[in-house]
């Protein structure tokens, strides 16, 4: 399921990538499929990632943990002082046509460092603020930081809820989880209440109708695009919306044009896809015997749901926009082939757990608890007698085989 649900999302992500682009590509004599053949090559490069990562035994990224969270912390305060400034923004490296977006990798190394940190041996759960701030809160809020300043608010949050999703499966206290997470509102509020243009997104989101040509504009047009598309939609590729009316309809804004398109069974489709995605993540998470592959996988699956989540809640008029992709399926080279090698480990934690469970299951149907390697080193695989009775009734077959 989980390879399914995966591929059949990034192959619709394509299709909807083309129909929010060709058009006003068209329109403005530009190239109509410029943004498919990049996001064609962002799949392939991400599907390589994803076969490597399922084949990389996972305990591997346990050592790699620290290393990997260390360059990630590098690369977030490198791009702020050698970034790339897109629209105000410095999130991105440049290299030629295409540019590598740092924050997107923070987030797997984020994942894998707390899933190593909380599964060492002899460690227990944080008990106190004290004991989760040091040094899980620090580690994450060092990152979180540094990508705030970039400004990027959506993977802020989206680290918040991979890591309590983390801490929940490592069995922390609840009143613990909510004294930590109501310091983290508490400064995502201050966050956004001292920058301008984000407290202007809080304070259209009560009512964008307000100003519908101004901060609320965006979410005016998605919700209108949603509208537009009633039970069965207009059609893929008929919408109006994506054509200088819907901003970054193929980026953030993807999903509104899905339901422009292809009206509500194409929305509930994609929801119920990440539902499955989910299920099937959480199934491996808690299958998986290993406490480090268990807390793996249930972070991983968190970072791709509540994404997906978060931006369908902001399209939906349910949440303020954060600037967040749709995982698999808006446009974007980084976050798609981090989403793609966080799959494959996935992949690989699953495998793992089905290899140890059939071969538990095969030694419990020969009815012997030796394993088959002492079986072999025993005769190679020819029976011995055990007792004397065992020894005559050998000795007798063997004069009856050759005579008297």
């Not at 990049?38 to 991400?46: E, M, N, S």
């Not at 490597?52 to 943990?65: E, K, L, T």
């Not at 539902?275 to 268990?294: K, L, T, Y």
């Not at 926009?321 to 992949?347: E, M, Q, W």
Request: aromatic content about 8%.
């Amino acid at each position: 399921m989980l390879v399914l649900v995966t591929l059949g999302l990034v192959a619709f992500g394509l299709v909807m990538v083309y129909s929010a682009t060709s058009a006003r590509a068209a329109v403005g004599d530009g190239e109509p499929m410029y943004y498919l053949t990049r996001q064609a090559i962002f799949a392939l490069v991400g599907l390589i990632a994803l076969v490597v990562c399922a084949r990389v035994p996972y305990s591997w990224w346990h050592r790699a943990a620290p290393t990997l969270l260390a360059v990630t912390i590098i690369l977030l305060a490198a791009v702020l002082v050698v970034g790339d400034p897109i629209n105000g923004a410095r999130r991105w490296f440049p290299f030629g046509p295409f540019a590598f977006q740092p924050s997107e990798p923070a987030k797997l190394a984020l994942a894998v460092w707390a899933a190593a940190y909380l599964s060492r041996s002899r460690r227990r759960p944080p008990k106190t603020l004290g004991e989760l701030a040091k040094p899980l809160g620090l580690v994450a809020g060092v990152s979180a930081g540094l990508i705030l300043l970039e400004p990027d608010l959506g993977t802020a949050v989206a680290i918040a809820l991979m890591l309590g999703g983390i801490l929940v499966a490592a069995g922390t206290p609840v009143g613990l989880l909510a004294r930590g997470g109501s310091i983290v509102v508490c400064l995502g509020i201050a966050a956004i209440w001292l920058e301008p243009y984000r407290r202007e997104r809080i304070l259209s989101f009560f009512n964008p109708w307000s100003d519908a040509q101004g901060s609320g504009f965006q979410s005016v047009q998605a919700l209108i695009g949603l509208g537009s598309g009633g039970f069965f939609g207009v059609g893929i590729g008929e919408g109006v919306q994506k054509i200088f009316y819907l901003p970054e309809a193929h980026t953030d804004m993807i999903f509104a044009t899905i339901g422009e398109e292809l009206g509500l069974i194409g929305t509930v489709g994609v929801i119920a896809a990440f539902a499955a995605f989910c299920w099937a993540g959480m199934r491996i998470a808690v299958g998986c015997p290993d406490r480090f592959g268990s807390l793996l996988a249930a972070g991983l699956t968190m970072l791709i749901g509540a994404q997906a989540a978060t931006n369908l809640a902001a399209v939906l008029g349910l949440a303020p926009v954060t600037g967040i992709t749709l995982p698999f399926v808006s446009y974007g080279g980084s976050s798609l082939v981090v989403a793609l090698a966080g799959a494959g480990i996935l992949l690989n934690i699953a495998g793992t757990d089905a290899r140890a469970k059939r071969a538990d299951v095969s030694d419990r149907n020969r009815g012997d608890r030796r394993p088959r390697a002492a079986v072999a080193r025993r005769g190679g695989g020819v029976e011995r007698p055990r007792s004397t009775r065992d020894v005559r009734r050998v000795a007798g077959s063997r004069r009856s085989a050759t005579g008297p």
